[in-house]
C-alpha cells in the first residue's frame, strides 16, 4: 500500500515525439484513478512509466514516498494486469498465480495457501489445474488479476483490462474490479479509453489528451464542471450537443434561437480580447418536451421548434434527435472528438441535437416539436482554446448566471 | 453435383499417386541400402532386392572394428557439441534481434546470411591451413568450430522467427511479476520458445552429422573422423575382404540415430504450444 506521485512527468522518445508532457497527479493510497483519453493520448505510456516498463525523460516519480526512477519493475512492487491478460501458455492457472511468489523465493506452503486464497476471491478454484488456452475470456481475465493479486503489491496497474470482453461480460467484469479494489483497498492506476468505464470505476478520473492532462477530479465533477470543451465532448453518452453560437448586443445567436445572457458571462465578453464567436454546449438530459415543462420551470430555460429526425424508446426515457439548420460548431478539439469516435467524414449539413426526453413524451418521427432547454446547464467555450467560460471557481453556472 | 464429387475424387487419385511416385523415388535407395547390408558377401551382386540369404556378419564385422565404432563415437560427440552450442547462441543472438533495436542489427543479420550462403568448398583451404597453425587440426574442436560457424545462421534464422511469434506482453508480465531480464528468458520465453529450439537443434544436428567435407579435409585419424569420413575409408575386416556389405551396413547405423532423433524431438513441436497466452 502505498501512495503515487507524478511530479512533472515527461516522456520523449529518441525520434523527438513528446508521449506525455509534464504530468502532475497524486495518486492517495488506496485510491482508485482511472487514465482515460482517446488513443494516444499518453495513458497507457504514462502506464508504463509508473510500472518501470517504460524509462521517464523527465520529472520524477515516487511510490510510497520513494523516488523509483531508475528502479526496474520488480523492485517497485507492484502488479500489472495487461489488456492482453499476458498469462504464460506454459504453466497452469495456479503456476501462474504462483509465479510471482516463486520468484519471490517464499516457500511452497506459503505459495499455496496464497494462491487458494486468491483463487477463492475470484472464483477460480476449480480451474486451477487448466491452462489458459481451455479457458474462456472473462476466465482468463480473472487469472490475470488473480496473479497481480496474490502478492499484494504497493498498486495495481491495469492496461485495458476489460477491453477484450463482449459487452455484457464487460460489464459484468467492472463490478467485479471495483468489488475487488475496495476489499483489498490497493492503490490502483486503470487506464481505459472508454469513458463509460471511467465514470462508474474510479474515485477520480484524469482525462488526457496529446500527453497532458486536461482535467482531474471526479467523476461527477468532470461531467457537471468541464474545464474545457475536450472534456465536456469526451465525457458522457450520449456526448454533450455542441452549437455554434455568435456573441450579438449582450445575447448569443445559435440555431435553437438567441440565448440571454447572465452579467458575469457579458461582462467577460466585453473584454477586448473576448471571443465573438463562441461554442455552445448541452447536455441531452438538458432537453424537455415543452408540453411537459411545468410554468416555473419553464422560465428558466428556452424553446425552440425542430423537426424529429428519429426516436430510440429506451423504455426509461427517449432518445430524440433533431436536425438545426445553422452553422456547425467547430474547434480542433471537436474534430479530434470526431476522429477518435471514427466519426470525422460523417457529417451531414446542419447540427444534429441528442436529446434525451420523458418516456411519457409523445413525439414521433417525422413531426415538428417544440423543445424546451435549460439555461441554467449551459457551457459556453472560447473555440480558440477550448476554455469553458460558464466555469466560475471550478462551478459550471450556466448562461444566466449573475 | 456428381461431376463434382468426381472431379475431387480424380485429382485426390493424381496427388496421390503422385505422392507414391515421390516416396518411392526418395525411399528405394534406402531400402536397397538396407537390403544390401543383411546380403552375404556370395549374393551381394545378386541383384535381388530382398535378400536371398540373410546375415548380420556385415553389422558384426563393422562393430567388431575399432575404427568404426571410434568414428561413431566422434560423430555422436562433435554433432552433440556442436549443435548445443550453435542452439544456446543462436538463441541468445535470435532473442535480441527479435527484440532489441540496437544499431548494426541489419549488418549482423546480413553477414549471417553472407555466411550461410558462402560455399564451403572455397573455405576447406584456408580452414585447413589455420587449424594446422592452430594446433586443432585433426581435433574435435577442429570440427567443432566450422560446424557452429556454418550452422549458427541457420540457428539464428529459425529462431528469430520463433521469438517474433511470442508476445511481447508476457516479458513484460513476467518483469512486473518480479522476473530479472535472464528470468524472464529462461522461465517463460524460452518455454515457449521450445519447438523452435527443437526444430533447430535437429537442423543444426543433423547438418553437423552428415557433414563430409569439412570431415574429410581437417582430420587425418580416427582421433576425430566422423563416420561419414571414415566410411571412406572402410576396407573390412581385412584388407582383401570386399567392404561393400560392411559399408551398407553402417550406412544404415548412422542413418538410425538420425531417425530416432528426428522422431524424439517431433513429439515436442506441437504447434499452438502459445495459444491461450493472449486473447483469443
Not at chain 1, 70 to 76: C, Q, S, T, V, Y
Not at chain 1, 117 to 137: C, F, H, I, M, Y
Request: aromatic share 8%; charged share 20%; net charge negative.
Amino acid at each position: 500500500m502505498a501512495d503515487i506521485v507524478l511530479d512533472k512527468v515527461s516522456k520523449k522518445f529518441p525520434d523527438g515525439t513528446v508521449a506525455v508532457q509534464d504530468v502532475d497527479l497524486e495518486i492517495a493510497d488506496g485510491e482508485f484513478v482511472i487514465l482515460v483519453g482517446p488513443s494516444g493520448c499518453g495513458k497507457s505510456t504514462t502506464l508504463n512509466m509508473i510500472a518501470g516498463l517504460e524509462d521517464i525523460s523527465s520529472g520524477e516519480l515516487r511510490i510510497g514516498g520513494q523516488r523509483v526512477n531508475d528502479k526496474a519493475p520488480r523492485d517497485r512492487d507492484i502488479a500489472m494486469v495487461f489488456q492482453s491478460y499476458a498469462l504464460y501458455p506454459n504453466m497452469t492457472v495456479r503456476e501462474n498465480m504462483a509465479f510471482p511468489l516463486r520468484l519471490a523465493k517464499l516457500d511452497k506452503e506459503t505459495i499455496n495457501s496464497k494462491v487458494d486464497e486468491a483463487a477463492k476471491v475470484l472464483e477460480l478454484t476449480s480451474l486451477l489445474d487448466r491452462k489458459p488456452a481451455n479457458l474462456s475470456g472473462g476466465q482468463r481475465q480473472r487469472v490475470a488479476m488473480g496473479r497481480a493479486i496474490v502478492r499484494q503489491p504497493k498498486a495495481f496497474l491495469m492496461d485495458e483490462p476489460l477491453s477484450n470482453l463482449d459487452a455484457k461480460l464487460r460489464v459484468q467484469m467492472r463490478t467485479v474490479v471495483s468489488r475487488l479494489q475496495k476489499q483489498l483497498g490497493t492503490t490502483t492506476v486503470y487506464v481505459t479509453h472508454d469513458q463509460t468505464e471511467a465514470m462508474t470505476l474510479g474515485d477520480r478520473v484524469v482525462i488526457m489528451r496529446g500527453g497532458a492532462v486536461q482535467q482531474v477530479g471526479p467523476p461527477q465533477e468532470l461531467y457537471d464542471h468541464p474545464r474545457n470543451l475536450f472534456v465536456a465532448g469526451f465525457i458522457g453518452s450520449p456526448s454533450m450537443n455542441f452549437l455554434h453560437a455568435a456573441v450579438q448586443d449582450g445575447s448569443l445567436r445559435t440555431a435553437l434561437g438567441d440565448v440571454p445572457l447572465g452579467d458575469r458571462i457579458r461582462r467577460e465578453l466585453e473584454a477586448a480580447d473576448a471571443p465573438r464567436e463562441l461554442i455552445l454546449g448541452i447536455r441531452p438530459e438538458h432537453f424537455e418536451d415543452a408540453e411537459l415543462v411545468d410554468e416555473d420551470t419553464r422560465r428558466r430555460g428556452l424553446e425552440f421548434e425542430a423537426p424529429v429526425e428519429i426516436v430510440e424508446s429506451m423504455g426509461s426515457d427517449k432518445y430524440v434527435y433533431f436536425t438545426v439548420e445553422g452553422e456547425r460548431a467547430s474547434a480542433a478539439e471537436l474534430e479530434e472528438l470526431a476522429a477518435d469516435a471514427g466519426a470525422s467524414d460523417f457529417s451531414g449539413a446542419g447540427s444534429n441535437l441528442v436529446t434525451r426526453l420523458s418516456a411519457e413524451s409523445a413525439v414521433a418521427e417525422g413531426q415538428s416539436r417544440r423543445v424546451w432547454f435549460n439555461l441554467e446547464k449551459i457551457h459556453l467555450f472560447d473555440p480558440t482554446n477550448g476554455r469553458n467560460l460558464t466555469l466560475h471557481e471550478g462551478r459550471a453556472a450556466g448562461a444566466l448566471a449573475d | 453435383m456428381a461431376t463434382g464429387t468426381e472431379t475431387t475424387t480424380r485429382a485426390r487419385l493424381r496427388w496421390g499417386l503422385l505422392d507414391v511416385l515421390v516416396v518411392v523415388f526418395a525411399l528405394v535407395p534406402v531400402l536397397w541400402i538396407a537390403s544390401l547390408s543383411f546380403k552375404t558377401p556370395a549374393t551381394i551382386t545378386d541383384g535381388n532386392f530382398i535378400p536371398q540369404e540373410w546375415t548380420l556378419d556385415n553389422y558384426r564385422t563393422i562393430f567388431d572394428t575399432d575404427q568404426f565404432v571410434r568414428a561413431l563415437i566422434n560423430s555422436i560427440g562433435i554433432a552433440l557439441i556442436a549443435t548445443l552450442i550453435a542452439v544456446v547462441l543462436g538463441a541468445m543472438a535470435a532473442y535480441a534481434i527479435s527484440r532489441l533495436d540496437f544499431p548494426g542489427k541489419g549488418l549482423l543479420v546480413g553477414v549471417s546470411l553472407l555466411i550461410a550462403m558462402f560455399p564451403q568448398v572455397s573455405l576447406v583451404s584456408p580452414l585447413f591451413e589455420i587449424e594446422r597453425q592452430l594446433g586443432l587440426f585433426d581435433t574435435w574442436p577442429g570440427l567443432i568450430l566450422p560446424y557452429i560457424t556454418f550452422a549458427l545462421p541457420l540457428a539464428i534464422y529459425t529462431l528469430s522467427a520463433f521469438f517474433k511469434q511470442i508476445p511481447w506482453d508476457l516479458e513484460k508480465a513476467a518483469k512486473m511479476d518480479g522476473a530479472t531480464q535472464g528470468q524472464a528468458f529462461r522461465r517463460v520465453i524460452a518455454p515457449l520458445a521450445a519447438p523452435g529450439l527443437f526444430t533447430t537443434a535437429i537442423l543444426v544436428f543433423i547438418f553437423c552429422w552428415n557433414d563430409f567435407l569439412f570431415a574429410i579435409s581437417l582430420t587425418s585419424t580416427e582421433r576425430s573422423r566422423t563416420v561419414p569420413a571414415a566410411l571412406s575409408f572402410f576396407t573390412g575386416a581385412s584388407q582383401f575382404e570386399d567392404p561393400t556389405g560392411a559399408i551398407c551396413a553402417a550406412a544404415v547405423v548412422i542413418t538410425v540415430p538420425i531417425i530416432l532423433f528426428v522422431l524424439f524431438f517431433q513429439r515436442r513441436i506441437v504447434s499452438g504450444l502459445t495459444s491461450g497466452a493472449v486473447k483469443g
